[in-house]
């Protein structure tokens, strides 16, 4: 499972599309305080986070992310147009894109990290 966190909604599509191609199934949340909520209870393989978004701010949400112990497999990818911002959070993330992400080379990053995943043995 993959995790959009995106305020704006048409790149909130263009992410989702990008990474159900790359074969997550995905869900959304245009906060970070929805996310944050969503994030307690389930564990997704992948984040795809903007830094800028209501609610919990999205450095938080990712500074959250890395103390929970049943998020410690999650990979985060940081996708944001605030490029000192992105600098200051790279070694808390697994990769940084920059705003604006080109569709086919999230599809692909995506799909790189996918190759790690091991499916959890009770699923």
Not at 78 to 96: K, N
Not at 101 to 117: D, G, I, K, N, P
Request: aromatic letters at 8%; glycine letters at 4%.
């Amino acid at each position: 499972m993959a995790l959009i966190v995106e305020d704006d909604v048409a790149q909130a599509n263009i992410f989702r599309r990008a990474v159900e191609l790359a074969g997550y199934v995905v869900e959304y949340c245009h906060t970070g305080t929805a996310a944050k909520e969503f994030l307690t209870t389930h564990a997704p393989y992948l984040v795809v986070l903007d830094l800028h978004i209501p609610g919990v701010p999205g450095a938080e949400l990712l500074t959250y992310l890395r103390q929970q112990p049943h998020l410690q497999a999650t990979r985060v990818i940081l996708a944001t147009a605030d490029p000192r911002l992105a600098e200051m959070l790279e070694d808390q993330s697994d990769l940084v894109l920059l705003k604006p992400v080109s569709f086919v080379q999230l599809r692909s990053l995506a799909e790189r990290l996918r190759a790690f995943w091991v499916e959890p043995e009770d699923a």
